[in-house]
């Protein structure tokens, strides 16, 4: 009985961290370039990664682990993309 007293709490902490998130993300104007390739990234990379992880036996973990890289290089490559927009507003004056 104590693990169904658990995984009810845990479920009931998930929704709450989930709908936080999800207004928190809402909150402010629109999203930056920086911000729709941090998430393009994240979204792939955890698409990849659970596919590869898949395969090993791990699904999670390759999820996770190919989340976070997707969204470290899609916040890069997201920044400089967000840096060249402002160059050439900036040159178009």
């Known amino acids: 009985m104590q693990t169904r007293k658990t995984l009810g709490r845990f479920s009931k902490w998930t ?3 989930a709908i936080t998130a999800a207004t928190a ?3 402010g104007g629109p999203m930056t370039t920086r ?3 941090a998430g393009i990234g994240a979204l792939g990379g955890a698409a990849a990664g659970g ?3 898949s ?3 791990h699904p999670g973990a390759g999820a ?8 470290g290089a899609g916040a890069l490559i997201g920044d400089q ?3 060249r927009e402002y ?3 900036y040159y178009e004056r």
Do not use: H, S, T
Not at 64 to 71: E, K, R, T
């Open 25 to 27: 993300g809402c909150a």
């Open 81 to 83: 993309m967000q840096g």
């Open 87 to 89: 160059r050439d507003r």
């Open 35 to 37: 911000e729709k390739g």
């Open 64 to 71: 996770a682990i190919g989340g976070g890289v997707g969204l």
């Open 15 to 17: 929704a709450i961290v």
């Open 55 to 57: 395969a090993v036996g």
């Open 51 to 53: 596919l590869i992880g």
